[in-house]
């Protein structure tokens, strides 16, 4: 079954370090990829996505994300994080003509 | 300015009541989404739509129904068949359904049974 895998329900860091959100799926292709983020209580804003090309994605806010496809990984990344960042973050993917699948989250609490 | 609308952003329930949550998007798409997310459960997709007058079944439609009759208005409905309704609902759409495009996302409802 298709699914997307992110490892850690809650992540601490401090104001300023870098942050690495993992998220792995298992598809029979590779799937389009897109990492989301959700402030309390609001709807869900796309920080970047992965259809093909460059295995390294920028998106908004200072974030990027790495495609690996031998890892199945899609792992977002910030190398400074500015207490604004603090939400959760879901991965997600999918293939054509279905269906996004969407990670559990990952909850970021930024430490000041 | 283009956007997704859910209303409301608030909504109680009592036990046995059918309620009705409504989207509304003006980004022309022809694609629209329901999730519901739980804590812990991220986004769960109870239907969607991929054309006007066309919907299907995602992973967890049980106590719930939703109709498409026009292009920018995709409502879903609550019913009393729903045995643990409360949680937070989203609507989403996007532009084109077969390319797992973008999906762009409502504020959601919360809605509470009392």
């Known amino acids: 079954a298709q699914s997307v895998t992110q490892p850690d329900i809650h992540i601490t860091v401090s104001e300023g370090a870098s942050l690495e959100l993992r998220c792995n799926y298992s598809y029979g292709a590779t799937p389009y990829l897109f990492w989301y983020v959700q402030s309390p209580g609001q709807g869900l804003q796309l920080l970047l996505k992965y259809f093909s090309g460059d295995t390294l994605v920028q998106g908004i806010k200072g974030f990027e994300a790495e495609f690996k496809r031998s890892q199945s990984s899609f792992n977002l990344r910030k190398p400074s994080v500015h207490w604004s960042d603090a939400a959760e973050y879901f991965c997600?993917?999918?293939?054509?003509?279905?269906?996004?699948?969407f990670g559990a989250g990952t909850i970021l609490r930024v430490k000041s | 300015d283009g956007g997704i609308t859910q209303s409301p952003k608030y909504l109680f329930r009592k036990e046995g009541q059918n309620v009705t949550l409504s989207c509304e998007q003006n980004?022309?798409?022809?694609?629209m989404y329901w999730y519901r997310q739980d804590p812990g459960q991220g986004l769960r997709l109870i239907y969607y739509?991929?054309?006007?007058?066309?919907?299907q079944k995602g992973d967890i439609a049980e106590g719930y129904s939703v109709s498409r009759e026009k292009k920018e208005s995709f409502p879903l409905t609550v019913t009393s068949a729903q045995k643990n309704p409360t949680a937070f609902y989203l609507c989403a759409s996007s532009i084109d359904p077969g390319s797992a495009a973008e999906a762009f996302f409502g504020q959601g409802t919360r809605l509470t049974v009392v």
């Open positions: 980004l022309n798409h022809d694609a």
């Open positions: 739509s991929q054309i006007v007058n066309d919907f």
């Open positions: 997600a993917a999918g293939l054509y003509g279905n269906k996004l699948v």
